[in-house]
Nanobody
């Protein structure tokens, strides 16, 4: 019902920046919030950031607060994650997600998920 396609992952040196993009299609009119997750080898999935679709209200994990910025373009059905001051510990597969239900912003439960994009930060 909602399809998500990510792009922008790659290899970057520590201290560098990357911008991830996620394009939503399908029943985008029903989206209530969008978010970003990441999962590194041997670690549990981490809820990185989220933003309301209609109201500019955001959530950030403590591990990325002050370095990452989530944003959106409702007209283009696009969401972004600007990642600055990257560290090797940020290396992970990053997933975008969309929710159509009235869950609180900090809830890690989402209805739809992208395929993931690899981000590798070298020392």
């Amino acid at each position: 019902q909602v399809q998500l396609v990510e792009s922008g992952g790659g290899l970057v040196q520590a201290g560098g920046s990357l911008r991830l993009s996620c394009a939503a299609s399908g029943r985008t009119f029903s989206i209530s919030r969008v978010g970003w997750f990441r999962q590194a080898p041997g670690k549990e999935r981490e809820y990185v950031a989220a933003i309301r679709w209609s109201i500019w209200s955001t959530f950030y994990a403590d591990s990325v607060k002050g370095r990452f910025t989530i944003s959106k373009d409702n007209t283009k059905n696009m969401m972004y994650l600007q990642m600055n001051s990257l560290r090797p510990e940020d290396t992970a597969v990053y997933y975008c997600a969309a929710d159509v239900r009235p869950r609180i912003l900090t809830s890690p439960d989402y209805d739809y998920w992208g395929q993931g994009t690899q981000v590798t930060v070298s020392s």
